[in-house]
């Protein structure tokens, strides 16, 4: 660990606790229909969106309706991505002539990307057309996006507004997420990282004569290893920029490369990479502030960004220390950190990067339900690798997805008050309303049906041999890989312990499952809590409350996530990167 | 129910436009407009050929150029394969990569320590770097080669350095092929060492590729 290193992390923490209220306060403007200064530009492109779909904007909806909205456009834009997908070697932008997706690839995909996951078993630069990436893939990085937020906002709204039903319109909350946030940023951040060198184009990939060809040992078609001579390199190309801002800025993660934002060409530069770090926090961060506005209670938004700012601070720290120690069974290798070279665990970091650009993305990552990588998590130390792993398991509730990190982290809210109400024996209140079986029920089944789905699917794959089949690293290892697989699904992250051959038709399937279970049934539930305390009367504070304000109660939330996750999860982790780091340590070696 | 999905399908359409077309040509056209040369991927030219991209790491054999990290990306540097070696911490066949490299270094330079960049795969496979430590190792090797003084490389890597950006984000580097690239211009290779480079066949059809000046497009 540096000094440096440091620096890096503790002026992240500060510009995101900076962007915090101004986003906040935007986001609760745009949903509330408040004027704001994009408005003379914005306001005709809404109304005209609202004609071409037939949409009345004056209209509300109770939550059944929400939902059923919801659901019956990812269904539908799905559809469409896996229409895409299957045709794109008749359509246009095709530059490469790449043939159409297989069948269960493109449904995995469809899942993925849909739910926000962005989890890939593919290589975009030989599997996805230009069009399949922008019209197909980056799009659903927009509305996968806007959907948790708007999510989250009716969910906010349903703890604001009382004894109503109706939680707001979803077409108007999508379409104003999607005009006055996603896209004006995502057009600045996009030009910004085009500066930096992340590329945007439709040219068709450059070849390139390599000025010291070489020979290479490859296996050749019989098997026997033949040598290749190596005198040529295929540059890729494409429309990269606009898709990694809303990459980054909706939390989806799924880089138009292979190596993700380990890619020169999505994240060329150590800038590029602190301003995808700040895209990644800036909504999650930023409707905290929100839930305190609308609510009427800025210091309760305060005291949930405390609880998640203290968690990335914990995650960021382990991480740190356990990379920059290296790896004890290199011998020989100078791991050590100087003015002229990074240090530490070096495998699957990027040399402009070093150890400490790396591990802060792993844990925003995965704090975040991002999934976007700038190094691979499968060649971390195990404690290093066993963090973003931790960070899902979680629930991605620091800071987390857009939108979906704030309704995960209202649903241990209910859990902490909850508890607390047991504990002083009241019953429990949250801002006025009244928390009673119903809302703790719902709340248990979102945090159950992530639970159950990481942990069946889990000990499916690893007890039958086309689960086992797929595992690369032999030892505890290969248990990590697969529980980090299910974990990524189920909690929409995407980001892989990739060694994992994931493009088997169990694992596209199972993962595509665990991944629409994980989003619609944490959804649902939400949505139910959302109407359910729409429709409660407030009642006034009075001495006996539990207050949802101060230190006192961010420690009580800190805690009850902790506790949650570490009943349920800590038997697999002891098995895979614990076990693993004890024999490490042991200089064993499989 | 139905009026939903018909909303569905058109706000799905719609919003297909917006986000998925206008918004990527857009971005393009500003792109191209505002920065030309880095949304084309910054290719470098020497004597009217594409060589490369100044930001896409390659391969480089022969003491007479420094080496880039070792690559699993493919066959190595292969873009269409981008991506890390994904072995565990624990792995044999990590660790016994990280060995043979490690010795095949400590042959070329067996007084200093290895740089761990130098014997560690990328996330990428196509990092186009190595840190000052790790260009100031294969110093002795190059010189060599070259028949010029290790000072005078050293100097060279030193001017090479990029440090960190703005003074504070991520880590000092040098850029491979810019640096070989700086190589050739100053220290061509000489015909001997050109006959004895196996891994050069261009060099005859291209003799006065020492003194051509690079380029970028």
């Not at chain 1, 996750?565 to 070696?589: C, N, R, V, Y």
């Not at chain 2, 873009?79 to 010795?103: C, F, K, M, W, Y």
């Amino acid at each position: 660990m540096t000094v440096g290193g440091w620096f890096q992390i503790a002026l992240y923490l500060l510009v995101i606790f900076l962007i915090t209220k101004p986003m906040g306060v935007f986001l609760a403007k745009v949903f509330s229909r408040e004027k704001t200064f994009l408005d003379p530009v914005l306001r005709p492109v809404e109304k005209a969106v609202y004609r071409l779909c037939g949409v009345d904007e004056k209209r509300e909806m109770r939550w059944t309706e929400y939902a059923v909205a919801m659901l019956a456009f990812s269904g539908v834009s799905m559809t469409l991505l896996y229409l895409i997908e299957r045709t794109q070697k008749w359509l246009p932008l095709n530059p490469q002539k790449l043939p159409n997706v297989p069948p269960f690839l493109a449904f995995g995909t469809a899942a993925s990307f849909t739910t926000n996951t962005n989890w890939q078993a593919y290589n975009g630069e030989t599997t996805m057309s230009y069009l399949t990436q922008m019209a197909g893939l980056a799009y659903h990085n927009f509305v996968s996006a806007a959907v948790g937020i708007v999510l989250a906002i009716a969910l906010v709204r349903g703890i604001a507004r009382r004894e109503t039903d109706k939680l707001g319109n979803f077409w108007v909350d999508m379409t104003r997420c999607l005009l006055w946030v996603l896209l004006p940023v995502c057009l600045v951040a996009s030009l910004v990282l085009v500066s930096q060198g992340v590329i945007q184009n439709f040219h068709p990939y450059t070849q390139a004569q390599l000025i010291s060809p070489h020979w290479v040992q490859a296996p050749g078609a019989d098997g026997k290893p033949t040598v290749e001579k190596i005198a040529r390199q295929v540059i890729p190309e494409g429309p990269v920029a606009s898709q990694e801002a809303i990459k980054e800025f909706g939390t989806n993660g799924g880089g138009f490369f292979g190596a993700n934002s380990a890619h020169p060409f999505e994240n060329p530069t150590p800038f590029s990479n602190f301003l995808e770090l700040a895209l990644i926090f800036a909504i999650p961060s930023g409707l905290t502030f929100t839930l305190g506005r609308m609510t009427g209670s800025e210091r309760h938004g305060w005291a949930v960004w405390t609880a998640m700012a203290f968690l990335f601070f914990v995650g960021v720290t382990a991480t740190y220390w356990a990379e920059s120690q290296g790896n004890p069974l290199f011998h020989g290798v100078d791991q050590h950190a100087s003015a002229l070279q990074p240090g530490g665990n070096m495998e699957g970091k990027e040399a402009r990067f070093g150890d400490a650009d790396s591990v802060l993305f792993a844990t925003v990552t995965t704090d975040a339900s991002c999934g976007a990588v700038n190094s691979t998590f499968d060649s971390y130390t195990p404690l290093g690798g066993m963090v973003p792993l931790v960070n899902i398991l979680l629930g991605e509730v620091v800071f987390g997805g857009v939108g979906a990190g704030l309704y995960g982290m209202i649903v241990f809210v209910i859990l902490a008050v909850f508890i607390a109400g047991l504990m002083v024996g009241r019953t429990p209140e949250y801002l006025g309303k009244k928390i009673e079986a119903y809302e703790v029920k719902m709340a248990m089944l979102a945090i159950l049906i992530l639970t159950v789905t990481i942990l069946v699917f889990s000990a499916i794959a690893v007890t039958q041999p086309f689960g086992v089949s797929s595992i690369t690293n032999p030892g505890p290892h290969g248990l990590t890989q697969v529980l980090y697989a299910y974990a990524s699904s189920a909690g929409n992250n995407g980001s892989a312990f990739a060694g994992l051959n994931a493009n088997t038709p169990w694992y596209n399937a199972s993962t595509a499952l665990a991944q629409l279970l994980g989003r619609f049934f944490m959804i649902i539930p939400i949505l139910a809590i959302a109407g359910s305390l729409a429709g409660k009367k407030t009642a006034p504070e009075s001495q006996g409350t539990f207050p949802v304000t101060g230190p006192l109660f961010s420690t009580l939330l800190v805690a009850t996530i902790v506790i949650v996750g570490a009943l349920t999860f800590f038997p697999a982790l002891s098995l895979g990167p614990i076990l693993e780091h004890l024999m490490m340590t042991a200089g064993k070696i499989f | 129910m139905k009026k939903t999905l018909l909303v569905a399908v058109r706000f799905t359409l719609v919003t297909t436009v917006i986000c998925g077309l206008l918004y990527p040509v857009g971005v393009t056209a500003l792109a191209h407009l505002l920065f030309p040369r880095r949304a084309s991927g910054q290719l470098v030219e020497r004597d009217g050929k594409v060589i490369g991209s100044r930001i896409i790491g390659q391969e480089f054999s022969g003491p007479a150029y420094f080496h880039s990290r070792p690559s699993a990306a493919g066959t190595g540097y292969d873009p269409l394969d981008s991506g890390g070696s994904n072995l565990g911490p624990t792995n044999r066949a990590l660790i016994d990569r990280v060995e043979a490299d490690a010795r095949k270094l400590h042959e070329e330079n067996p007084d200093a320590p290895i740089p761990s960049e130098l014997v560690t795969a990328s996330a990428s496979g196509l990092d186009p770097d190595i840190s000052p430590a790790g260009a100031l190792f294969q110093a002795p090797m190059v010189a060599r080669a070259r028949g010029v003084s290790e000072q005078e490389i050293i100097a060279l890597i030193h001017k090479q350095t990029r440090g960190r950006q703005f003074g504070f984000l991520g880590e000092p580097r040098v850029n491979v092929l810019e640096l070989n690239l700086a190589l050739d211009r100053l220290y061509p290779l000489g015909a001997k060492v050109k006959a004895s480079s196996s891994s050069a066949p261009h060099g005859t059809e291209r003799g006065a590729r020492s003194d051509s000046q690079s380029k970028a497009r």
